[in-house]
């Protein structure tokens, strides 16, 4: 069964570092996600990507985050200068079409020391 | 406001019983989808139900929607230990934004 696979599953890195969070979508979707979940809170929406550019994004995602597709299979998210307060699990998503079933990767745990 | 919020926040039952997870929203939305998400693990989608739906089953899943109230139920039927985990709704908007967006979830705990 295809699924959205996400690496690393954990990085460490010190604040004001900048981090590349990657991810592979399931390959015949359009549509790609990035959310996060901060410990033990809800889950996100950070931004959307479709035909190669950014189709929404939300208010957390600042001009600190970026997001890129640069080749056919992966999808990343470039955080600039870490904070503390970006600690969380980082999730990618697909999605076949619009508004439609979410398939997730496993998550990226992000922490900001 | 808050988009989709679940009741009750942390639920235990004994394996066999059933389950029932409430989700409210506050927008007009195109669908509503459930997702369960194992402990410190990604989400996994269990069903989505469209606006113009009121019911949909999937195994001992089934879930009901009510746009009036703008609500929804998730019910698992005939627990087991494996099912507990975090359950989430969240809904995608009619119009704007195409991106989920998640309730707080409710923690459920299935004793064996």
């Known amino acids: 069964e295809p699924e959205v696979t996400q690496t690393p599953s954990h990085q460490v890195t010190q604040m004001g570092q900048e981090v590349i969070l990657r991810c592979v979508p399931i390959s015949n979707h359009l549509y790609f996600y990035w959310y996060r979940q901060i410990l033990g809170q809800k889950v996100e929406f950070l931004v959307s990507f479709y035909n190669n550019e950014i189709s929404e994004k939300s208010e957390i995602f600042d001009d600190q985050f970026s997001v890129e597709r640069p080749d056919g299979s992966n999808f990343t998210l470039k955080i600039r200068s870490t904070k503390l307060e970006d600690s969380a699990m980082y999730f990618c998503a697909s999605t076949p079409g619009q508004r439609g079933e979410a398939f997730f990767g496993q998550g990226t745990r992000l922490t900001v020391v | ?112």
Not at chain 2, 1 to 30: F, H, R, V, W
Request: aromatic share 6%; glycine share 8%.
């Open chain 2, 1 to 112: 406001s808050q988009q989709g919020e679940e009741d009750p926040q942390a639920l235990s039952i004994q394996e066999g019983e059933n389950a029932t997870m409430n989700c409210s929203y506050k927008t007009s939305i195109n669908n509503l989808q459930w997702y369960r998400q194992n402990s410190g693990r990604g989400l996994v989608h269990l069903i989505l139900i469209r606006s113009n739906e009121r019911e949909k089953h999937s195994g001992r899943l089934r879930v009901t929607l009510d746009t009036s109230k703008k609500s929804s139920s998730l019910l698992i039927t005939a627990s087991r230990a494996a099912d507990t985990a975090s359950y989430f709704c969240a809904t995608v908007m009619d119009t704007g934004r195409r991106a989920l967006t998640f309730g707080s979830g409710t923690r459920l705990q299935v004793q064996p």
